[in-house]
């Protein structure tokens, strides 16, 4: 009978906990990735996207020519066609991007 309600009172506390922490109170980060193509018509598959801070965003260059992916956070080198570029933003804030034909936006919450 101990073994059974002792069962039930962790099921009790583990159903308790949210996605932000584990059982043993650390904060657990979700990170995500989310995709920007460089397309073949010479831009991108998103202009502005809001992502959360630990995010972070993968470019894909499928257009037939090289792309440069830069900001005053990060430069990417030159991706040539098939190549792609991740950066993981760890700062809040607005940020304009800008790749070879174009500019991006990407807000930080």
């Given at each position: 009978?101990?073994?059974?309600?002792?069962?039930?009172?962790?099921?009790?506390?583990?159903?308790?906990?949210?996605?932000?922490?584990?059982?043993?109170?650390?904060?657990?980060?979700?990170?995500?990735?989310?995709?920007?193509?460089?397309?073949?018509?010479?831009?991108?598959?998103?202009?502005?996207?809001?992502?959360?801070?630990?995010?972070?965003?993968?470019?894909?260059?499928?257009?037939?020519?090289?792309?440069?992916?830069?900001?005053?956070?990060?430069?990417?080198?030159?991706?040539?066609?098939?190549?792609?570029?991740?950066?993981?933003?760890?700062?809040k804030g607005n940020i304009?991007?800008?790749?070879?034909?174009?500019?991006?936006?990407?807000?930080?919450?």
């Amino acid at each position: 009978m101990k073994k059974i309600f002792s069962a039930v009172i962790l099921l009790v506390f583990l159903s308790g906990c949210t996605d932000s922490m584990n059982i043993f109170g650390e904060k657990n980060l979700r990170e995500n990735v989310f995709i920007i193509t460089l397309n073949p018509s010479g831009g991108i598959s998103q202009d502005s996207i809001t992502i959360n801070q630990g995010d972070t965003i993968k470019w894909i260059n499928q257009d037939s020519r090289p792309h440069k992916i830069k900001s005053g956070l990060f430069e990417s080198p030159t991706l040539n066609p098939g190549e792609n570029f991740e950066y993981k933003f760890e700062i809040k804030g607005n940020i304009t991007y800008s790749y070879t034909t174009g500019t991006g936006k990407i807000v930080v919450n």
